[in-house]
């Protein structure tokens, strides 16, 4: 029940204000302590360039990485939109390992998979990475499934909500467009005069 508690407490996000980085950053979280992992990442799809990008990786300090469309494990999970279990990872032509050289950390097992919006869409890919015992099995992955849909409903909501407050800033300025003309023109001078 508590690991099941903590995909609930991904649609909370937004309330508290922390954006799409707070939301990046929760799911690695949740993801890690759900299925017993060493660490966890969240890459959202960039729908100008196709590229994977993430603003946080668990265990490191915050940075941005891209990964060209189709790159690596997760760039193949989100171009054939399936769950990769990998018991070895070095063993996998698709694992892109420079990541671990320009790191210094040594990923042992990874359970990756794509995020899927109601439309059917890949918006992002989930990885998680070294299971603190053994390999990822049958149960991780039926979990991995339910957290990917939750996972796919707060990065909606996030975007939904990005949405609304930039159309809350236009129409903000449009509204101060709007009272300067007034002003400038003193309309309600014009209208007694007629």
């Not at 407490?9 to 707070?22: C, K, P, Q, T, Y």
């Not at 799809?45 to 915050?62: I, N």
Request: net charge negative; charged share 20%.
């Amino acid at each position: 029940l508590h690991r099941l508690n903590n995909f609930l407490d991904l649609s909370d996000e937004l309330v508290m204000g922390r954006g799409i980085e707070g939301l990046i950053d929760r799911v690695v979280s949740l993801a890690c302590i759900s299925i017993y992992s060493e660490r966890a990442t969240l890459f959202l799809v960039d729908p100008g360039t196709g590229e994977l990008w993430s603003k946080v990786t668990a265990g490191e300090d915050t940075q941005s990485i891209r990964l060209p469309a189709g790159t690596g494990i997760a760039g193949w999970a989100v171009k054939h939109k399936e769950i990769v279990n990998i018991s070895d990872v070095y063993a996998d032509d698709r694992f892109n390992q420079s990541i671990d050289a320009e790191t210094g950390f040594r990923t042992r097992n990874m359970l990756c998979g794509p995020i899927t919006n109601l439309q059917g869409q890949t918006v992002g890919v989930i990885q998680i990475i070294n299971k603190f015992e053994g390999d990822f099995d049958d149960k991780d992955i039926v979990l991995f499934k339910a957290f990917a849909n939750q996972a796919a409903i707060a990065v909606e909501h996030a975007n939904l909500y990005l949405r609304l407050m930039a159309s809350h800033q236009k129409m903000a300025v449009l509204l101060d467009v709007a009272n300067s003309v007034s002003t400038t023109l003193d309309l309600p001078r014009l209208i007694h005069k007629v």
